[in-house]
């Protein structure tokens, strides 16, 4: 599915604070899964996009929901990638990639 660019320039204003978010999941614990730290944050949802999930961010939504300080786990977000867009093998980008983790 490609974004428009009316909807990546409203995705960029919402994160900057011009417009409101559609939702906020506010005090809930967020199982970061790439630094394996868990910690108290709010989570900023646009439309089908998550937003924000910085403690500090400060954004307005139109609609908040108390996560009564649950634990939040990304636990359906689509990491995949086409390796062949990168132009080149699996065994050269993993060289790239996984020192970085």
Do not use: W
Request: proline fraction near 6%; aromatic fraction near 6%; charged fraction near 25%.
């Amino acid at each position: 599915m490609k974004r428009t660019y009316e909807e990546i320039k409203d995705t960029i204003e919402t994160g900057l604070g011009r417009k409101p978010c559609d939702l906020k999941i506010q005090n809930v614990m967020l199982c970061n899964v790439f630094s394996g730290e868990i910690y108290p944050t709010d989570i900023y949802i646009k439309g089908e996009r998550i937003i924000s999930i910085d403690p500090d961010a400060n954004l307005t939504a139109l609609e908040v929901i108390d996560g009564q300080g649950h634990y939040a786990v990304p636990g359906l977000i689509d990491s995949h990638m086409h390796f062949e867009t990168t132009m080149l093998c699996p065994e050269a980008l993993s060289g790239i990639i996984v020192p970085n983790r």
